[in-house]
Each structure stands twice: as C-alpha cells, then as structure tokens.
C-alpha cells in the first residue's frame, strides 16, 4: 500500500515526502487547483449541458 502512494504521487508530478506518502497512504492527500482550472473545469461542464438543461446563450467564453 505504501508502495501504491508512492507510485501515484510520482506519477501525478508531485513532490515526493515522507509527509505527502504518508499523507496519501492515509487519504488526507489534498488536491490543490489553481483558479484558471476550476474555471476551464467550469465551461466544459457548461459546453456539455447546452442543448440539454441550458441554452446555447448561457455558455459565453472568452
């Protein structure tokens, strides 16, 4: 299990710890996200959902 913490850490690019493997095998990992994803996350729910719950004016992107 260790092992598996490990290796999904590394293969996500991040930092490898002592903190963060234990923090992983433990599940206290916490996924950070810059604004520019959660907005980029946000239009792409959005451009999913036109023609089926919102119509194609709601979705602006810049």
Sequence with gaps: MVYRAHKDIAQAGSPITAESIRNKFQGKD???????????NHNRQMKALVGKQYPIGTLKIL
């Design 30 to 40: 916490a996924t950070t996200h810059t604004l520019f994803e959660a907005v980029k």
